[in-house]
């Protein structure tokens, strides 16, 4: 095993030990719209923040199969926190993106928090050595927990015209509003950030077309590549949140399954051959997505280690693969929570927030089964991908 393996089970075992944590402070971090200090400083301490984080800067660097393996575990503890932590993780890789003197800046210390989004909102205006920010950002996953936030802006050049760019700036540059009030996904605290005259330097501003093309840089060792498309590794590891959602739903699903079934002579629901069919169904769905998403995550890690690039093909493929397996843990989630009874809509049990944070994360516009599966079936039907999302 290489160091980084070593590294990787370690910080997988800590992870595994804590999610019994993770679960029991599920509905905390539901209440206050937003994860439980706790699930932050657990996770922190197992090293899952230093995992995007190259190694140069003291970071552990792990590859895209390690940290789903850790999104995994994270998730069948706590939806929410799961999430959270896939935006911080891919977020610090993103950094990768940015000038040398920004990277030496976010990722001081050996580990980063950076929350974030695509979506250009905001305005950004040169100033003398770098540019004024404004702008309204919805959905900011992780940003009430983060160190930096990632800002997609429409840059307004001199001339008239408008390109898209990517910044990055200091949490606290921003204001944070309080209207993150969800029925899925609540202790993501995805609030609306603002900014207000924010000036941004030169160094901490990328293009958008260049971002969603360029890589991670070149590999720093054998097996160490990190050059993976931004798009590619964002659905990955996201799509990994839900699988573990549904493991954990499976597990919550076995723990309860020996009671009775109310008003029939089923005295031990396992016992029902209904039940035996839906537990295998789902057993076998949630399966099936981990290997589909394995099989992507390792093409992805494989194609950045030889220095290559995946094919516009591939990532289609990535997109439609990923859509699929998100499907089936939906699938799955969905069955495993009504055939849980009446008593499992109780706000105590952790299986009904499993199914509404599946439910609802399932509706992001990059998980959504439909059009992911729409991009595959175009090139599957030799048309072009007719997004520029891959």
Known sequence: MTRTDIEA??????????????????????DRRWIAD???????????????????????????????DLLLEISR?????????????????MIRLFSEQAQQEVYAGGTARVSGG?????????????????????????CRG???????????????SVRQALTVLPIDDLVLE??????????????????????????????MEEAFTTGGGSPTGPG?????????????????????????????????????????????????????????TAAAQIAAARALLAGQADLVQRRADAGEKLTPEERATLRGTCGYAVQLAKEATHALFT???ASAIQRSLPIQRFFRDVQGISMHAMMTPDANLEVYGRVLLGLEPNTPFL
């Not at 503890?77 to 890789?93: D, F, L, P, Q």
């Not at 207000?196 to 160094?203: A, G, N, Y």
């Open 9 to 30: 089970a370690s910080v997988l075992d800590a992870v595994r030990a804590v999610v019994p944590t993770l679960r029991e402070n599920g509905k905390d971090g539901e």
């Open 146 to 160: 983060a160190d930096w936030n990632l800002a997609a802006t429409n840059l307004q050049l001199p001339d008239g």
């Open 38 to 68: 706790e699930n932050v400083e657990v996770l922190a301490k197992a090293g899952v923040f230093r995992t995007g984080v190259p190694k140069r800067f003291g970071g552990l660097e792990f590859s895209v199969p390690q940290q789903i």
């Open 339 to 341: 055939a849980s009874g």
């Open 224 to 280: 160490e590549g990190r050059d993976y498309g931004l798009i590619s590794v964002v659905m990955a590891e996201s799509t990994a949140t839900l699988i573990g959602m549904a493991q954990g739903a499976y597990e919550l699903f076995l723990e309860r399954v020996h009671r009775p079934i109310s008003y029939t002579p089923w005295q031990d629901q396992a016992e029902h051959p209904l039940t035996q069919v839906q537990v295998a």
């Open 118 to 142: 695509f979506t250009p909102s905001g305005t950004l205006v040169p100033a003398e050595g770098g540019y004024v920010l404004n702008g309204r950002w919805r959905f900011t996953t992780g």
């Open 178 to 207: 309080d209207d993150w009030h969800t029925m899925a996904a609540a202790g993501t605290g995805s609030s609306t950030t603002v900014a207000t005259d924010v000036f941004v330097p030169e160094h901490r501003v990328v293009d």
């Open 77 to 93: 503890g706590c939806g929410s926190t799961g999430w959270v932590c896939e935006g911080w993780i891919t977020g610090a890789w």
